[in-house]
């Protein structure tokens, strides 16, 4: 036990302290600011005010959006970039070392996966209350408490989500060439796959249904109902529930699949269940690669 | 005398290469053991059998008493060994205290026997001036400090040294070798080294050479070198045909290049008798005292002296001191 809090603790500080590291695991994140600000904003405020008078509460509402998908991406790339310390330690040999000590490789796995959580659930928690002040200062509400509880609650599930998703990607990979491919491939979909980059109703049906498939999406559009609660009563006031129900499909905030809308518990499921299935995944890989 | 590391027709084999041909040898109890090698000999590999990072294919290994892949004897072993690496695996960005108290946490130790340690293993690599400095930052001597102080951090009965002087400047290979030579006297601690360094084994109690995955040669450093090594005078002639005529007469053995003439000598002084009887004919002499080097040399190139010729590498070394 000892051990294993030493070495996540020795994972944590090497992690962080190769500031140029933590920067481009977040590369995926600047570039979602960055094309908010230019022009992914506007755009969604131009489509409502088609429907809806264009008030600060509907740049409210887009932020929020915004602030939903962001944090997700948060969680999928930073406990991604941690598990560069893992692969490297394998392709240096760092290994060894630790394994001249009565450790095992099991041990220094979960060491691995434990600090992803940890940097994960840091960095997210940061990026909330950042967001959340981006949020006031551009005339929106605090969340309220049981809001905030909610958000948090989700937040872990998405780190967990993410990390058994990023373990069972890293056990596929074992140098650090192909490490940095997989983390430019991920980091490139991710915003696609949650539906950030672009609306999720600007897609053909065949990628809608690759995204609705795709488990971390779901905490995203999680996250947009939490946030989005209040700013969607008071943007569509008044508005025909179709118009209601056409703008959450559009921007995923609400999965229809098959016909069939999904209900929030079932997205809760669908995390829960992945969270599970990969895990038990990557204790298969990891047998397999260690017999 | 107890037994510290019992080996017993131990094998590895990769897909197709043997790279250890089963080999059989003990290692004493606080001594310094010297496992004498060209590259490929197959002593990392035995190196990495015994510190449990790689399977053995067959035979029986036990270390302080422990067997080597039985049921939980693994960890008993990792618990008592500490390994020394041809390269450096600390962190970088970690400082060298830091490095070697989180690896000093996996033996489970508690802080105060952890800290009582690094009192200890500071008393013999002076950490003081690097302790706080991040460990990439520092030379390859210092690094090579932290290395041992990581290795000795939880009081191991055996360290191993995989090549633990390659590539360090003389002054720290000579620190190197005066730290490992008083820790193991101070403290009773069994020393595992692998070299290629001749002056590195003579400072062993014992020597094994492998070569090509087997054992050639053992022995203490003077079995060896009265077994392996000797003297050997080289001579230059004013005239090079009659020298020849001259060697040829007295039926010894002798071997040249460019000029030199290399002779095989019984002992130091039978350079003395051969040297007044061809006094004349001299243009120049040398007479060589047998090292180390030739142990090695002489059991890598051809096996040992049982061929007696001199053979290439010698020549070629002395053609070295003559061009000088």
Known sequence: MEALTSLVARNFKVFTRDKTGVFFSFLSVVIVIVLYAVFLQKMQVDAIKQTAEATDEVVTMVNEWLVAGLLSIIAVTSTLGVFGIAVKDIETKATADFLTAPVSRATLQLSHVFNAMLIGLSFSVIGLIGCEIFLVVTGGQWLSLTGFLNVLGILVLSVLLASVFNTFLVLLVSTQNSFSTLSTIVGTLIGFLCGVYVPLGALPSFAQHIIMYFPISHTTMLLRNEFMEDSLQNVFAGAPVEVVQEYKLVYGVTYKLHGHELSLPTSYLIVGLAIVVLAILSIMIFKRKHR | ?324
């Open chain 2, 1 to 324: 005398m107890t037994v510290a590391i019992s080996v017993e027709n131990l094998r590895k084999l990769y897909d197709r290469h043997e790279a250890v041909r089963g080999i059989t040898f003990q290692v004493e109890q606080g001594t310094l053991f010297a496992f004498l090698g060209a590259n490929g000999a197959g002593k990392s590999t035995t190196i990495e059998i015994l510190c449990t990072l790689l399977k053995k294919s067959s035979g029986n290994v036990t270390i302080n008493g422990y067997t080597l892949d039985a049921s939980n004897d693994n960890a008993e072993i990792r618990k008592s060994i500490g390994v020394v690496f041809q390269q450096s695996f600390l962190d970088e960005r970690l400082t060298v205290y830091e490095n070697i108290m989180h690896r000093g946490k996996m033996y489970g130790l508690t802080k105060a026997t952890l800290s009582e340690n690094y009192q200890f293993v500071n008393k013999y690599l002076h950490l003081e001036d690097i302790e706080k400095k991040k460990y990439g930052t520092l030379s390859g001597g210092q690094k090579r400090r932290a290395d041992i102080a990581r290795a000795l951090i939880h009081r191991p009965s055996i360290l191993f040294l995989d090549e633990p002087t390659t590539g360090l400047d003389p002054q720290t290979r000579q620190f190197v070798w005066q730290t490992i030579k008083q820790l193991q006297e101070d403290s009773n601690m069994t020393v595992f080294l692998t070299t290629h360094y001749m002056e590195e084994a003579a400072m062993a109690h014992k020597v094994v050479v492998l070569k090509q995955g087997e054992i050639v040669a053992e022995g203490t450093p003077d079995e060896l070198k009265t077994k392996y090594a000797y003297d050997q005078m080289a001579l230059v002639f004013q005239d090079r045909m009659q020298g020849m005529e001259w060697l040829t007469g007295l039926k010894l053995s002798y071997s040249e290049k460019q000029g030199i003439f290399t002779v095989r000598l019984d002992s130091t002084l039978q350079a003395l008798g051969l040297l007044k009887q061809c006094e004349h004919l001299l243009a120049s002499f040398e007479v060589i005292k047998g090292t180390m080097d030739d142990v090695f040399i002489h059991i890598m190139e051809d096996g040992g002296i049982e061929d007696g010729g001199v053979n290439q590498s010698s020549s070629a070394q002395l053609q070295g001191v003559y061009s000088r």
